[in-house]
Nanobody, 124 residues
């Protein structure tokens, strides 16, 4: 079992930055590819970014490419999402997820463990 806890969300003005963290416990995170997803009010959960278990491969949704950066520190059992140039449409609850595979994925159903999420609100 892997327990995931997100932090770092909050209220920020458009154009600002936030860094989200996802801390894992229970098992070493180096055995899992990781992903970040988000869900805006009234909308379905959508893929944001994913990273392989080594950190050598990353993939982003087109909507965040060039603005967000996913990274991981396996020694700290933590995954990060650096969010820059934030827009009001980035407002959502952001959740991290762990996948028992070496490569990342953009598919929600391919993940085994989920955190509770952290809320990000971007004001215009």
């Amino acid at each position: 079992q892997v327990q995931l806890v997100e932090s770092g969300g909050g209220l920020v003005q458009a154009g600002g930055s936030l860094r989200l963290s996802c801390a894992a416990s229970g098992r070493t995170l180096s055995s899992y590819a990781m992903g970040w997803f988000r869900q805006a009010p009234g909308k379905e959960r959508e893929f944001v970014a994913t990273i392989s278990w080594s950190g050598g491969s990353t993939y982003y949704a087109d909507s965040v490419k060039g603005r967000f950066i996913i990274s991981r520190d396996n020694a700290k059992n933590t995954v990060y999402l650096q969010m820059n140039s934030l827009k009001p449409e980035d407002t959502a609850v952001y959740s991290c997820a762990a996948r028992s595979a070496p490569s990342g994925s953009s598919y929600t159903d391919s993940y085994d463990y989920w955190g509770q999420g952290t809320r990000v609100t971007v004001s215009s």
